[in-house]
């Protein structure tokens, strides 16, 4: 009666990573229990969660270097892979609530989440690029577009290109206060995507930092996002609670790879009861001020829930 904070599978979003071809499961060394999934696995796997409740996913898309050029332009090829799955989950699983991921980063040969010229992110070269991304994949049918990439005046460039193309209804999730962490490794592990030479400070926010995230917060809120993200979440809880007391956006975070690898190594090990430890950390995030969290323990969460 008197619980102050509640968690629902209504507030969490499960991450799911994507391969071509057919057949293929392959698990996550960095990350147990996670696996790429090829698009009639990946269907299979969607159709299980929604069974036990787990009704939103994030996609992210694993490409061969093959297909990755300075520009990105497999990320709007009619022939991506990552498009192609997101109108068969929306035709066959209608319900379903997808979000995408829009940044260079899985798609460019520089592995930088911008357009790279003499060895520097160019901000304005990359916003056409995200652009045709985003505009792609609401054509494909997605929910809500998820830029990750950090780039200034990216959430306006884009809203206007779904509005001026009819799209006015495909929400935008903004990565507001992405951190230049630590915690990523697992998940560049997954999509083989970490840079080909230096890092991602000068677009990533400096960790140091707190209220430099209410003027992203403020730019892209003004630029039309819908939603406001923090990432990572554990090491920002007074970041998510900032931007929860200073905007009436809806506030997300993202409970991200090396923090579900942290708690999984721990359990393995036998230091940590994982089945009390992971939905108090959940809970931890909601009671920060997160209404949604995306986490790759949505699953495992719902089948805790079922066993009761």
């Known amino acids: ?32 229990g996670i696996f790429r999934f090829s698009e009639d696995l990946l269907l299979q796997e969607v159709e299980d969660c929604l069974k036990l409740g787990v009704k939103s996913f994030v996609l992210f898309p694993a490409v061969e270097n093959a297909l990755k ?12 892979f990552y498009l192609r799955t997101i109108r068969e989950i ?31 992110i160019d901000n304005d070269k990359t916003l056409p690029i995200l652009g045709k991304m985003a505009l792609a994949q609401a054509e494909a049918g997605i929910d809500i577009i998820g830029p990750s990439d950090m780039m200034d005046g990216r959430i306006g460039h884009i809203r206007t290109v779904l509005d001026e193309q009819g799209y006015s209804d495909t929400s935008i999730m903004s990565y507001t206060a992405k951190y230049a962490s630590a915690w990523y490794g697992p998940f560049r592990d997954a999509l083989d995507s970490a840079p080909k030479f230096g890092d991602k400070k000068t677009y990533q926010m400096d960790p140091a930092n707190k209220n430099e995230a209410l003027i992203e917060a403020g730019l892209d809120e003004s630029e039309g996002a819908d939603f406001l993200m923090v ?31 942290m708690l999984k190594a721990a359990a393995e090990r036998g230091w940590i009861d994982y089945n009390r430890a992971m939905p108090e950390m959940l809970t931890s995030i909601r009671r920060a001020g997160a209404d949604i969290i995306l986490t790759y323990f949505a699953k495992e969460y719902a089948l805790l829930l079922k066993q009761g």
Do not use: Q, W
């Open 69 to 80: 050029n300075k520009e990105a332009t497999y990320s709007y090829s009619s022939s991506n």
């Open 1 to 32: 009666m008197v619980r102050e904070t509640s968690l629902s599978l209504d507030n969490l979003i499960f991450p799911l990573f994507l391969v071509d071809g057919a057949g293929k499961k392959i698990p996550i060394d960095s990350m147990p």
């Open 231 to 261: 990432k990572p979440a554990l090491c920002y809880l007074d970041v998510i609670h900032l931007l929860k007391e200073h905007s009436t956006l809806p506030i997300t975070a993202y409970n991200v790879s090396g923090e579900f690898a």
């Open 90 to 120: 929306k035709k066959r699983f209608p319900e379903s609530c997808i979000m995408s991921d829009v940044a260079m980063d899985p798609y460019s040969s520089d592995g930088h989440d911008g357009y790279v010229e003499n060895g520097k």
